[in-house]
Each structure stands twice: as C-alpha cells, then as structure tokens.
C-alpha cells in the first residue's frame, strides 16, 4: 500500500476528562520532514501514537493518501516506521538478533543482510553479538532508530530521535533522515532538539494546550518556538 500523505482533520483525543489533542488539523507530504515541537505533556506523543494507528482519536479523522486505518489493515501498518519513548527493542537478544528479528517480522527480502547493514550504520557491528541489556542509552537508542527503519517505511513517525546522542551519532542520524526523506518518505519528528532538527525540517509546528501552530522552520528555529509559546 503506498500514500503521499498524511491528514490530520480536527483530530481530537481526550483521556477521560483530560483533552490531549484539541481539533488538530496538519498535512504531511512525501518528501517533506515535518518538525513537531513543544512542552512536555503538550500531547506531541499522543499524536504521533495516533499516526501510528496504536491510538483511535476521540473525534476527527486521519488518513493515509485516501485511506484511514481501518481500510489500510496491516498494509498500512506494515508501511510505517515508529521510533518512541518505549524503544521496542529486547535486552536480553543481541543487536544482530533484534534487527534481524525486526527485519524478518517485516518481510524484509534480504533480512540477514539488512540487519547486518544496519548495524553498520549504526555503528554498533563491532558490538554485533553483544546483549543490547550491556548497551549504554545512546547505543540502544542507535539500535532503535535502525529497527525503526528496517524495513524502508513509507511514513516515519520519531518520537525525540537524538536522546542519548553524542555529536557524532547525532550527525550520522540527521543525515539517515535527511537521505529517507529525499527518498520521499514522509516523516514526522518530536525533538527538543531544535539545532539538530533546523536544518532538516521542511516545516515545524508548535503543539501546546493541545493545539497546533505553525511556526517558520528556518531562519532561526528557537526564536520562531520561544515567539509562539509567547502568544500561546
């Protein structure tokens, strides 16, 4: 199944009395890497579990081109890529075993190769056989940016990809996502990393209270975020 893009229309999404998201209404298109910031708490993981489909909204739709989740099925799902708080990768196997698990859940052709690639790019093959349970956090969450895109996702959905990241591992990963959405992915990323993210970002929107604004992705990002959560 494939999509160029994805539509949030007045998605709202409460939990209990609690209001999450408020009427959120955002296009995302292929080739475009959306920056999604915010407070803590804002409801910017709540959306993107949403995107995911592992959240229904309360009210509102989403679709993926012209399909919801519900027409998408497992096609859908198996087009999407998710990197959140909870990195979904098992301590106890080894980097090779997560990825190649991963890979062949996907349906990946190649999948010895593809994790062994991986973990190239990840920079992790020296630790190829080692328990994922003896990695620091920067090296689990390395491992988890690849497992989120094993399978060459159609929509990449990051939850704070560059926790953990040391410089150079921050490079290596603004340059993966650079070369996925010039592939013409569609990605949506939550950082507070405003620096790593600037420079990659097609657009940005601030969600706070539960509503989204959009702010100017260039020219100074934090300034742009610190002028919006002013008037918010």
Avoid: W
Wanted: net charge positive; aromatic share 6%.
């Amino acid at each position: 199944m494939d999509f160029d893009t994805l539509t949030f229309t007045d998605v709202t999404r409460n939990f209990g009395r609690r209001r999450a998201l408020n009427r959120v209404s955002l296009t995302c298109r292929a080739g475009e890497l959306v920056a999604l910031i915010g407070p803590n708490g804002a409801g910017k993981s709540t959306l993107l579990a949403i995107a995911a489909t592992l959240l229904k909204p309360s009210a509102g739709r989403v679709l993926y081109g012209k399909h919801s989740a519900a027409d998408g099925g497992a096609a859908l799902r198996a087009r999407i890529g998710l990197l959140a708080h909870d990195l979904f990768i098992y301590p106890e196997l080894s980097a090779f075993e997560n990825l190649l698990f991963f890979a062949e859940l996907h349906g990946v052709a190649q999948p010895r190769r593809a994790a062994e690639d991986a973990l190239t790019r990840a920079n992790l093959a020296t630790r190829r056989d080692d328990p994922v349970a003896s990695f620091s956090r920067g090296m689990r969450q390395r491992l988890a940016i690849e497992r989120a895109v094993v399978h060459s996702p159609r929509l990449l959905l990051l939850d704070e990809p560059f926790t953990g990241l040391d410089d150079d591992a921050v490079r290596v990963t603004s340059e993966r996502l650079r070369s996925f959405r010039d592939q013409g992915a569609i990605l949506l990323v939550t950082t507070h990393d405003l620096e790593a993210i600037e420079p990659l970002a097609n657009r940005a929107v601030v969600l706070a209270s539960g509503r989204l604004t959009p702010i100017a992705a260039s020219g100074g990002l934090r300034e742009s975020y610190r002028r919006a959560m002013s008037a918010s």
